[in-house]
């Protein structure tokens, strides 16, 4: 009773009709429409010349690429993504074969074999609809060089094959019929399927003709000898079929190329080759090295002419565990692997990037700091407002080149600005050695303050003697490249008082000085001499607080909007002993520009 029963159950399974799907439940995508049109005439058009490489699909099953987008015609049924795949033919004949066949396609449930969901058998919509698998093809990944696949991948690709064939060929549909890399799908997990397996009864009287010749002989690149001498007779496929046509796919798999792609051979000859039965029989180009012996032995042999010398998947499955040494291939633990490395990656790329752009921070620091005191500088980049400040004690100095408007005239534009920039230098040098600011450079003027941002008592006036002594000091060594007999003139003038300062300037924000000083300490520059420091009284009685620094009167000085005032040079410090320019390398006071 339990036996009739159970036999009843299997033939209400065979028999149901549950696959079929109405077309209107399929939600096509707007920018892959199918239409009634689209059934009538094409399949899904090839992409490529398919010839012996694979720079574009050369299957007429996919249609377009990677890079998240869709592989083949696809629609959502009942919420679920479902890949479309048209029959040419105006309408289909439900018979009760028909019916068995969808129903055991149906029933193949394993991990490594692609599900199919339904069919739909409305006139002029015959479509078969199977699971969607979100990377596309194993042509496609194959095909795609931003893809890198290591032999791991490879060995789990081959593996995830072995063991859907092995199970397709242990069940009740025997083969698949027509397999090739662009009927091996590959889902969101890495894991290789086995699809569209061969239909013959539903798929009966679907129109080829739409394929030239050409293209037909592309898609028979895979198909086994004996079936290309007689197809007739292997209309349904074989299981030794099968086996040869994995060997090829290894052969795609191995030189991430078409089927024969390290041939110049048209595919028209390729198949007439192949025909003809050579001896030895024409394979693909394999170069040795490329993979394990024992993996290009198994490709060997399974395209053997003979298919009777042609191993079963089972067998096949037993090498390649031989070849891993009894290791799983399992393709997670592989990601896992490969995203720990990439993790490893991008912490030193990070790591880099970070040194990078530490690096740029302190140029741009640096710059910053150039341009600003080095606390205002800190105080801006902390987000602080600058406030203007009021200093009741420091020390201005300018200082500029007599005769600068005469040797401008005789030089080139470029001969001046090299020698500027070789004078502020040595002048840039000089400065860093002491406790003063350089406020800024106008043509050959020079200008530095000490006592500001940052208060250092009465210090301010030392500073800048010292530093004034050390400038006038390095002219006895400074070379004017373009005119290097001439002796530089340098002039300077400083003079001590209260200033206000603050930043002024949002684009090119400058620290500047406000004063009555400022002016004073000008005009002790433009009233001065050559190769002289020129120093104002109150500057003067400063430095005699700190003590150790030599002055000499230089008498009555007549001013723009001082007066005449008792001015001062300073000649020397004591402990400083670097010679300073003899004064008979003097100008001549008709070289002076007095102002």
Not at 32 to 51: H, I, M, P, V
Not at 125 to 130: D, E, M, S, T, Y
Request: glycine residues 8%; hydrophobic residues 35%.
């Amino acid at each position: 009773m339990d036996e009739q029963r159970r036999r009843k159950l299997e033939k209400d399974r065979l028999y149901r009709m549950d696959w079929k799907i109405a077309f209107n439940r399929l939600q096509v995508r707007e920018s892959n429409r199918l239409s009634e049109a689209s059934f009538k005439s094409s399949g899904g058009k090839s992409t490529s010349d398919c010839g012996s490489s694979m720079k574009t699909g050369n299957s007429n099953d996919t249609m377009l690429s990677l890079s998240g987008q869709i592989f083949t015609q696809v629609a959502v049924l009942d919420g679920q993504l479902v890949a479309i795949k048209p029959i040419l033919k105006p309408f289909l004949a439900v018979t009760t074969d028909v019916i068995v066949e969808v129903n055991r396609i149906r029933s193949l449930k394993y991990k490594t074999i692609n599900q199919l969901i339904g069919a739909c058998v409305e006139p002029q919509k015959i479509c078969l609809i199977w699971a969607y698998c979100g990377k596309g093809s194993l042509q496609d990944v194959l095909q795609n060089e931003n893809i890198k696949l290591d032999w791991i991948f490879k060995v789990s690709f081959i593996s995830d094959i072995v063991r859907g064939m092995t199970f397709l060929h242990d069940s009740q549909v025997e083969c698949h019929g027509r397999l090739k890399s662009s009927n091996i799908l590959v889902d969101n997990h890495w894991c290789c399927k086995v699809g569209d397996i061969l239909m013959p009864l539903f798929r009966a009287g679907e129109r080829t003709s739409v394929l030239g010749q050409h293209q037909q002989n592309c898609n028979k690149l895979w198909t086994a000898p004996e079936i290309l001498r007689d197809p007739m007779t292997y209309i349904r496929g074989n299981k030794k079929g099968d086996v040869y046509s994995f060997a090829i796919i290894l052969q795609e798999i191995i030189l991430r190329t078409g089927p024969y792609g390290n041939e110049a051979t048209d595919p028209d000859e390729i198949i007439e080759r192949i025909i003809a039965g050579e001896c030895p029989p024409y394979r693909p180009n394999v170069p040795p090295g490329l993979v394990a012996d024992a993996i290009t032995d198994i490709m060997r042999s399974c395209w053997e002419e003979n298919p009777l010398q042609r191993p079963p998947f089972s067998v096949i499955g037993e090498n390649l565990r031989k070849v891993n040494k009894g290791k799983t291939t399992n393709i997670i633990d592989q990601m896992i692997h490969m995203l720990s490395k990439y993790a490893d990656h991008l912490e030193d790329l990070v790591a880099d990037r970070t040194r990078q752009l530490e690096e740029e921070q302190r140029k741009t620091d640096e710059l910053l700091c150039r341009m600003l005191p080095t606390t205002i500088a800190n105080d801006l980049k902390q987000g602080k407002t600058v406030e203007p400040d009021y200093f009741e004690a420091c020390t201005v100095f300018f200082s500029d080149i007599v005769g600068f408007t005469r040797l401008a005239a005789n030089s080139t534009p470029l001969e001046i600005v090299e020698f500027l920039n070789d004078l502020y230098t040595t002048f840039d040098n000089i400065i860093d050695l002491y406790d003063v600011y350089k406020v800024e450079t106008i043509g050959d003027a020079y200008m530095v303050a000490s006592g500001l941002p940052v208060r250092n008592g009465n210090r301010h006036a030392g500073e800048i003697a010292t530093m004034a002594l050390d400038l006038l000091a390095s002219m006895s060594i400074f070379t004017i490249k373009h005119r290097p007999d001439r002796t530089l003139q340098l002039r300077t003038g400083m003079h001590s008082g209260p200033v206000a300062a603050g930043v002024v300037g949002q684009k090119m924000p400058r620290y500047c000085l406000f004063g009555d000083t400022v002016n004073y300490a000008s005009r002790m520059e433009s009233s001065g001499l050559a190769l002289r420091i020129h120093v104002s009284p109150e500057c003067k009685g400063v430095l005699d607080e700190l003590g150790g620094f030599h002055l000499e009167s230089r008498g009555e000085v007549l001013m723009k909007g001082k007066g005449s005032i008792s001015t001062f040079f300073l000649t020397g410090k004591d402990g400083f002993n670097k010679d300073l320019p003899p004064l008979y390398l003097q100008a001549p006071l008709s070289e002076h520009n007095f102002k």
